[in-house]
């Protein structure tokens, strides 16, 4: 996932503040001192106030006159933002993150694997029967295995022809991102089975049968969020050893 950090000193006060807002250092309500923030990190008023910018578009901050700038309630946060989930991350795992992502995509996938299965064209077929091939032949190389796995979800997503939700689904990728490069670095998830369940979602999608795509669809996932726990459950016992 790209964050700020990788975009200039305009880009790492971003991810500075915004992380500090995220992980509670910096707490809601409490005042930003602007020129304080800027002598601190020797940064100019105009990158200050850029940076500021990004983050009220995030919702982390507002500003009133009179009053300042200061930290917006968890409420207004912009959860879904891809830096706001990447800021969320401290030394370990964002357990409820994880939980948070599993949950909604139990929510929404089945659906869209059942669209899929009523809607598909053979573009939306190639695209994911690609997908799964890369998936298949690059279990042990993770970058490439990770991208072919979302490839396969996005395409999957847009044969549902449903534009809100393929966007929906859009909006979770770097979550599910980051969660993949957790699982599968454990060395979870690069088996038969795997892949075969991904599979299984295909051939019913193919075979235009919603009600085996869904189902396929909740197997997976389910799957899924047990390796997720595991995983997690297992590098919260490590942090509290370490």
Do not use: C
């Amino acid at each position: 996932m790209t964050t700020y950090s990788n975009r200039g000193l305009h880009g790492q006060l971003v991810e500075s503040l915004g992380r500090r807002i995220v992980q509670g250092e910096i707490e809601p309500g409490e005042i930003i001192d602007l020129n304080r923030l800027g002598a601190e990190l020797e940064v100019s008023r105009t990158v200050v106030r850029e940076a500021v910018k990004v983050l009220l578009g995030k919702g982390l901050l507002d500003a009133r006159p009179k009053h300042g700038t200061y930290v917006r309630e968890r409420a207004a946060w912009n959860l879904l933002d891809p830096d706001v989930m990447n800021w969320r991350e401290t030394d370990g795992p964002d357990r409820v993150l994880l939980r948070e992502l599993e949950e909604v995509r139990q929510m929404l996938e089945p659906v869209a694997a059942r669209f899929a299965a009523e809607r598909r064209t053979d573009t939306h077929l190639e695209a994911m029967a690609e997908a799964l091939a890369q998936m298949g032949e690059h279990s042990t190389d993770i970058s490439v295995h990770i991208d072919a796995d979302l490839a396969f979800h996005r395409s999957m997503a847009a044969a549902g022809g449903n534009e809100l939700l393929e966007r929906l689904s859009g909006i979770l990728a770097p979550a599910q991102r980051s969660r993949d490069l957790l699982v599968y670095a454990s060395g979870r998830d690069h088996d038969r089975r795997f892949v075969g369940a991904h599979r299984a979602v295909f051939e019913a999608i193919v075979a235009q049968d919603p009600d085996e795509a869904e189902a396929a669809m909740k197997r997976l996932l389910l799957e899924a969020a047990a390796d997720t726990e595991a995983v997690a459950a297992q590098a919260a016992l490590q942090g509290e050893r370490d």
